[in-house]
């Protein structure tokens, strides 16, 4: 019997649409239909992950941080590749979408409209497409009580930042064929929307 082929899903959006948790319980599912499932995400763990963490805690240049980011997706981007060849489902939880809509919204100030093309460019020779990237979109205010409850803000969780970050996410969709999924409603209701998309890969 042939081993079944790997694939790479990706989950994007802005701080509480329920990447983390819908990640988690894609990963459970595909395990119950029987695959062998890597559940990761970004930042990494590693010591290049938590350079990234740094720089965001002591506030360091959006020029500098989207290339810690960038370096970090490099070697990320390399273990995606062997858990693939080996099989396997990757599940991740925010990849270069997130670098180009956060740090693209971060840059404005600097770079304005160059932001966005120049983060793209950075990290076209890094990255592996995706077999499929969902995008989870919710009204901003209802993502900010969400991130709320888990208690204090970062400095990516304003309102009017996360605004221009989600406007930045949508003008990825057509470009890098990501499907869309409102996460507004309940969570089992957004898991099975989600589901639906992945079906074919799974």
Not at 39 to 61: F, H, I, Q, Y
Not at 63 to 86: G, N, P
């Amino acid at each position: 019997m042939n081993r079944k082929k790997g694939a790479f899903i990706v989950l994007e959006g802005i701080d509480g649409t329920g990447k983390s948790t819908i990640s988690r319980k894609l990963a459970d599912w595909m395990r119950e239909m029987g695959r062998e499932v890597v559940l990761t995400a970004e930042p990494t763990k590693d010591w290049l992950g938590l350079a990234v963490r740094r720089s965001n805690e002591e506030g360091l240049d959006p020029l500098t941080e989207s290339l810690l980011f960038t370096a970090d997706r490099c070697e990320h981007t390399k273990q995606i590749v062997q858990w693939m060849d080996q099989g396997k489902m990757v599940i991740c939880d925010r990849y270069f979408g997130s670098t180009v809509a956060y740090q693209g919204a971060a840059l404005q100030e600097s770079m304005g409209e160059e932001g966005l093309p120049w983060l793209v460019l950075i990290n076209s020779p890094v990255i592996r497409r995706p077999h499929m990237t969902v995008l989870l979109t919710s009204d901003v205010d209802l993502a900010m009580k969400r991130v709320g409850d888990r208690g204090s803000l970062s400095k990516f969780e304003r309102s009017d930042y996360l605004k221009q970050v989600q406007e930045n996410y949508l003008m990825l969709v057509d470009r890098f064929d990501w499907r869309i999924v409102d996460s507004n409603g309940p969570l089992p209701d957004v898991l099975e929307q989600v589901k639906r998309v992945v079906q074919a890969y799974v």
